[in-house]
């Protein structure tokens, strides 16, 4: 059978178990073929494609409900479902996300990105199956690294409790993105040395009947094992072994590297695209290590993707117990952050924005209600970053600046950014989060804001009638609808604010006697965000506020200059919206 011929699960049950290896071949080389060209997530497709194929041949989709945590290896799944055109044709290797989306398909249960939520989800769908009087079979996958999330327990808890068909395919490849962390990983260990038979098991503990198989990349084996547990009658956890980046030996070989990445040689493995020039992921690995050498209370803290902050394997080893990996563990993370603030150490925790979001309590009550001066790094923010439905960083604005306590920081330059990152880790007043640029700028020449002064903006250039408030990167839009608006014989004043989460109100109150506007923009969602703080200051005034930023919404696979002049952040467009505001 021809890839081009599978258009459903149908036409691949018509094939012979026997020649599903050849098939996985065929699936292997075209999934290579679009990694290599597109990059994407390439060792967890690779490592779950047999089981992929084998649970398609086995179970009854979309009767049957599959549910893949993370769904960074749902690849195969698509291929099998309809879309293997956006595999095997160049022309529409964009047709589809990196993700599980049901408007791509019925196949596709839910919108996942996010790490150790396919247990819940999966039960969810199970018990209203149960309520509806339904039936099929449902059926969670979920990796041995996504099982390190505080998700994954409440799931696994609570699918104990069904008493009904549902099954636990735990994908064990021995990794999360880097190797694992935490102590469960040594029951598993455990349980692959003794071919699942040891008397400590971690699924069994929490209530789940429990099969194991080694052999989690043959593809006849695994027909075997998934068709013991169709249509079961009561929650069980298969447990299979898979090697992660199978059948591509540059990724077997370096499992961390090739978890996610750019495109690449497929000969050689080498990514094909140069980047030049500086970026804040290498610049705050190195601080931080320069920190931990002078300071033995720091210690750099990640959720199981260090490299965020540059922390090469090296750096982790010589960092010793300065460095801390919980584990896809972001809840933990911080309230432990808090704990070695209190004990007197000094904890910077590094993760990126869309993965902020899953802290919310911690950040509020374990954190910042208990005032710990504990440093938040937020990376991949904004427009000019991550760019799925299920990974843009928009939140973060709105979400930290409104917390009581926290010192919420958007610097502009190389040199604000390290003075920050100096001031935060130096000052006891309590919590502070950075959120990082995209891109590094340098001013040439060193930030000497007094960061105690809280809330203080720096005026760059002071005029009259209009002033621009660019908050982070958008200060250059800022600076740059300043030039245009000159052209119009108009003379605006130009601030950056670098505190998100408090306003000047000594400069804005000054602003009043020769402005009559004032325009703020801010790279996220506007709801709540900086610019209804600097409106909600001006309400009771005739001060006239143009906020922009984004409109509250999910944005997918977005073209970041598309998406300004959507919100109508260009400078063109904002000088153009001052000149209304002032001709009124």
């Given at each position: 059978m021809q890839l081009s011929d599978i258009h459903s699960p149908k036409d691949l049950k018509r094939l012979p178990v026997e020649e599903l290896p050849a098939l996985c071949q065929q699936l292997r080389s075209a999934l290579l073929q679009k990694l290599?060209?597109?990059?994407?997530?390439?060792?967890?497709?690779?490592?779950f494609l047999e089981a992929t194929v084998a649970l398609h041949y086995v179970f009854d989709s979309p009767t049957d409900k599959f549910v893949f945590d993370v769904?960074?290896?749902?690849?195969?799944?698509?291929?099998?479902?309809?879309?293997?055109?956006?595999?095997?044709?160049?022309?529409?290797?964009?047709?589809v996300s990196g993700y599980t989306n049901p408007a791509e398909s019925e196949h596709d249960s839910f919108n996942v990105g996010h790490t150790s939520t396919s247990v819940s989800l999966a039960v969810g769908l199970a018990r209203g199956r149960d309520l509806l009087g339904k039936s099929g079979n449902v059926v969670a996958v979920i990796g041995d690294g996504s099982l390190s999330g505080g998700e994954a327990f409440e799931g696994l808890d609570n699918a104990a409790m069904l008493g009904s068909n549902f099954i636990v395919v735990v994908n064990d490849n021995e990794m999360s993105i880097p190797e694992n962390s935490g102590g469960m990983y040594r029951n598993l260990k455990q349980l692959?040395?003794?071919?699942?038979?040891?008397?400590?098991?971690?699924?069994?503990?929490?209530?789940?009947?429990?099969?194991?198989?080694?052999?989690?990349?043959?593809?006849?084996?695994?027909?075997?094992?998934?068709?013991?547990?169709?249509?079961?009658?009561?929650?069980?956890?298969v447990h299979i072994h898979t090697q992660k980046g199978m059948g591509y030996a540059p990724a077997m070989q370096n499992k961390e590297y090739?978890?996610?990445?750019?495109?690449?040689?497929?000969?050689?493995?080498?990514c094909k695209l140069k980047f030049e020039g500086e970026n804040y992921q290498d610049l705050t690995g190195a601080w931080l290590?320069?920190?931990?050498?002078?300071?033995?209370?720091?210690?750099?803290?990640?959720?199981?993707?260090p490299m965020t902050f540059g922390f090469t394997p090296a750096m982790r080893a010589e960092a010793g117990r300065q460095f801390v990996d919980v584990g896809i563990a972001e809840e933990h993370a911080v309230a432990m952050a808090s704990g070695i603030a209190k004990a007197g150490g000094r904890p910077v925790f590094a993760l990126n924005s869309t993965f902020l979001q899953r802290t919310y309590d911690q950040m509020i009550q374990d954190l910042s209600l208990n005032g710990n001066p504990?440093?938040?790094?937020?990376?991949?923010?904004?427009?000019?970053?991550?760019?799925?439905?299920?990974?843009?960083?928009?939140?973060?604005?709105?979400?930290l600046s409104n917390i009581p306590g926290l010192t919420y920081l958007s610097p502009v330059t190389k040199e604000e950014y390290f003075a920050m990152l100096d001031w935060s880790l130096s000052q006891n007043a309590g919590p502070v989060a950075i959120r990082v640029p995209e891109r590094v700028v340098s001013s040439g020449s060193p930030d000497?804001?007094?960061?105690?002064?809280?809330?203080?903006?720096?005026?760059?250039?002071?005029?009259?009638?209009?002033?621009?408030?660019?908050?982070?990167?958008?200060?250059?839009?800022?600076?740059?609808?300043?030039?245009?608006?000159?052209?119009?014989?108009?003379?605006?004043?130009?601030?950056?604010?670098?505190?998100?989460?408090?306003?000047?109100?000594?400069?804005?109150?000054?602003?009043?006697?020769?402005?009559?506007?004032?325009?703020?923009?801010?790279?996220?969602?506007?709801?709540?965000?900086?610019?209804?703080?600097?409106?909600?200051?001006?309400?009771?005034?005739?001060?006239?506020?143009?906020?922009?930023?984004?409109?509250?919404?999910?944005?997918?696979?977005?073209?970041?200059?598309?998406?300004l002049r959507q919100m109508r952040l260009t400078p063109g467009q904002l000088a153009a919206d001052v000149m209304a505001v002032l001709n009124r």
């Open positions: 290599s060209a597109c990059g994407g997530h390439i060792g967890p497709n690779l490592g769904s960074h290896q749902s690849y195969v799944h698509k291929m099998l479902t309809g879309r293997m055109q956006a595999f095997l044709d160049p022309a529409h290797y964009a047709d692959r040395e003794t071919d699942g038979k040891a008397g400590c098991n971690f699924f069994k503990a929490m209530g789940l009947d429990y099969m194991y198989e080694d052999r989690g990349n043959d593809v006849k084996a695994l027909v075997d094992i998934f068709r013991k547990v169709k249509d079961t009658d009561h929650p069980v956890a090739f978890h996610w990445g750019f495109p690449f040689d497929l000969q050689t493995g080498a290590m320069d920190q931990i050498k002078r300071r033995p209370e720091v210690v750099a803290i990640t959720a199981a993707m504990a440093v938040i790094l937020v990376f991949y923010n904004g427009v000019y970053s991550l760019n799925d439905v299920t990974h843009t960083g928009f939140q973060d604005i709105p979400m000497t804001t007094d960061y105690n002064r809280t809330n203080s903006y720096e005026v760059k250039r002071r005029g009259t009638r209009v002033a621009l408030l660019g908050l982070g990167v958008f200060q250059a839009q800022a600076a740059e609808t300043l030039r245009l608006l000159e052209q119009q014989g108009v003379q605006g004043t130009l601030i950056n604010p670098k505190f998100v989460s408090g306003v000047d109100t000594v400069l804005l109150e000054s602003l009043k006697a020769d402005h009559e506007l004032v325009v703020t923009l801010e790279d996220g969602i506007m709801e709540g965000g900086f610019g209804a703080k600097i409106a909600q200051f001006y309400g009771d005034s005739s001060m006239k506020v143009l906020c922009r930023g984004l409109r509250k919404d999910f944005y997918d696979r977005f073209k970041t200059d598309e998406l």
